[in-house]
């Protein structure tokens, strides 16, 4: 969910239906925050360039590393990931439970 979303649901995941939710993540002050209200999980990105988020920077290892770090649940990556690049091992060596790809998957 959009943090936005779970900050409206007080945090309680049973509210909108569910055991437990993850949150879209954007910077380590979100993580926190998601951390807080519940969230089990956070998805933290865009990490890389990618087409969905066209003029957008990607934010980048370090940024991921700096949220994996400041939370305890687990955190995971998305954003520009791509099979091909090692990009999995460098963001799981940055800290992340797991990626989510999309276009990578769609362009196999």
Request: charge should be neutral; charged fraction near 15%.
């Amino acid at each position: 969910l959009p943090l936005w979303q779970l900050e409206a649901a007080g945090g309680k995941p049973g509210l909108i239906g569910f055991r437990q939710i993850g949150a879209s993540v954007h910077s380590v002050q979100d993580a926190l925050r998601a951390e807080a209200l519940g969230a089990g999980s956070g998805t933290a990105g865009h990490i890389y360039e990618t087409s969905c988020k066209e003029g957008l920077p990607p934010r980048g290892t370090e940024f991921l590393r700096a949220v994996c770090s400041a939370v305890r649940i687990p955190v995971y990556a998305i954003g520009g990931i791509r099979l091909e690049e090692n990009q999995i091992r460098t963001v799981l060596g940055c800290g992340a439970a797991g990626v989510c790809i999309m276009s990578g998957m769609m362009t196999l």
